[in-house]
């Protein structure tokens, strides 16, 4: 008996926890630019100001949220590629990374 009640109390508590941290998509668009960033090797202001502004129209045509209240799943696909993010206690992690078959007209 001691089991279960200790196994739901950290149950909540973890829950708890996944509910305050769970990451909004403003944050998802602040990580994947960061992400642009490093990938673009952008240092100054001015190149970080494009490739941020770029970032987010991309995001914004592309990213689909689903939001689980403790977790969020994101759903990037791009031209040819498709990858899930993980949103959990303010990170985020790929956890899915495949080819798309292009199909051609």
């Given at each position: 008996?001691?089991?279960?009640?200790?196994?739901?109390?950290?149950?909540?508590?973890?829950?708890?926890?996944?509910?305050s941290?769970?990451?909004?998509?403003?944050?998802?668009?602040?990580?994947?630019?960061?992400q642009?960033?490093?990938?673009?090797?952008?240092?100054?202001?001015?190149?970080?100001?494009?490739?941020?502004?770029?970032?987010?129209?991309?995001?914004?045509?592309?990213?689909?949220?689903?939001?689980?209240?403790?977790?969020?799943?994101?759903?990037?696909?791009?031209?040819?590629?498709?990858?899930?993010?993980?949103?959990?206690?303010?990170?985020?992690?790929?956890?899915?990374?495949?080819?798309?078959?292009?199909?051609?007209?």
């Open positions: 008996m001691k089991g279960i009640i200790f196994s739901t109390v950290i149950l909540l508590i973890v829950s708890l926890i996944g509910f941290t769970n990451p909004s998509y403003e944050d998802y668009k602040e990580w994947n630019k960061t642009d960033y490093e990938e673009m090797g952008a240092s100054t202001q001015i190149e970080k100001s494009v490739v941020g502004f770029v970032s987010d129209l991309v995001a914004d045509s592309t990213v689909v949220r689903e939001d689980y209240k403790v977790l969020s799943l994101y759903t990037v696909e791009n031209d040819g590629s498709s990858y899930k993010v993980l949103g959990i206690f303010n990170n985020f992690f790929v956890i899915d990374n495949e080819e798309v078959p292009v199909i051609e007209q």
